[in-house]
């Protein structure tokens, strides 16, 4: 009994240290902010589709969403973040049909 919790407790001391502990909590941490800039991100489309920025101003907030992405993927993943092909066109179509339907924009 007393090795089983002792082996529960090293265990436990090294969760911190294999990759895909760490890759997990990374990215756990890494949707939370996502989803954040996601909400900006869906307030500032709404604004532009509606007519109230200048093309200046649309720039300007493209930037700084960018900004916001780049540094979140910097802070959860310093190592760098690896893209799917697959997975990424995948949602490039999904983002284009959210579009079309919500905004009957092509």
Known sequence: MGAIIAA????DALKGVFPFTKKHKAASGHTL??????IDAQLEWEN???GLYTDDQIMNRRHKLMKLQHDAERTS???G????ESLFSQAQQEAQDYFKATYSVY
Not at 33 to 38: D, E, P
Not at 81 to 84: D, F, G, P, V
């Open 48 to 50: 532009i589709f509606s």
């Open 77 to 79: 993943f310093p190592e």
């Open 8 to 11: 529960s407790q090293v265990a």
């Open 33 to 38: 902010t996502l989803g954040g800039i996601f």
């Open 81 to 84: 973040l690896a893209t799917r």
